[in-house]
């Protein structure tokens, strides 16, 4: 996808385990365990959860984070404004906000930085363990993308 306003990506899921784990959900040129060079993506390591952009590398995380639980269920949501404005949010299951915070720079809108739907979960020490549980997936875009 080449981001523009009203994009969005949401999940809702519940991680297993949070030791030695990160995770990224959203839009991500890189399914593997390095760096982005593009993205804007929910950014979970251990229990820390904050917002990320990734524009040719250059990367922006959020000023505030929020420490999650683990085995507990969340919907996360990745909301592009516009080219200058992304919007995390964090819900419990019963749709109260958690956590909410924005990002104004580093949105990989321009030409040749595009990305795609990606969700990451890896251990970053050894063995092998079940990380996560993931009941549902949305994109969709609302507004009208003409290329």
């Not at 990160?22 to 593997?32: A, E, H, L």
């Not at 904050?50 to 909301?79: E, F, L, P, Q």
Request: with cysteine.
């Amino acid at each position: 996808f080449l981001l523009s306003a009203g994009f969005t990506f949401e999940v809702i899921a519940k991680l297993l385990t949070t030791t030695n784990c990160v995770n990224r959900f959203g839009f991500q040129d890189s399914i593997s365990t390095a760096a982005p060079t593009d993205a804007v993506y929910i950014h979970i390591a251990g229990t820390t959860l904050t917002g990320r952009t990734y524009n040719n590398t250059a990367t922006s995380t959020t000023a505030s984070s929020y420490t999650i639980s683990g085995s507990t269920w969340y919907r996360a949501k990745v909301y592009i404004n516009s080219s200058s404005l992304v919007t995390f949010t964090l819900y419990d299951m019963a749709g109260l906000v958690l956590w909410t915070d924005t990002l104004a720079t580093n949105i990989p809108t321009a030409a040749g930085r595009e990305t795609s739907v990606t969700m990451v979960s890896y251990k970053t020490t050894a063995g092998t363990a079940d990380l996560i549980d993931l009941d549902w997936c949305n994109v969709y875009c609302e507004t009208l993308q003409v290329r």
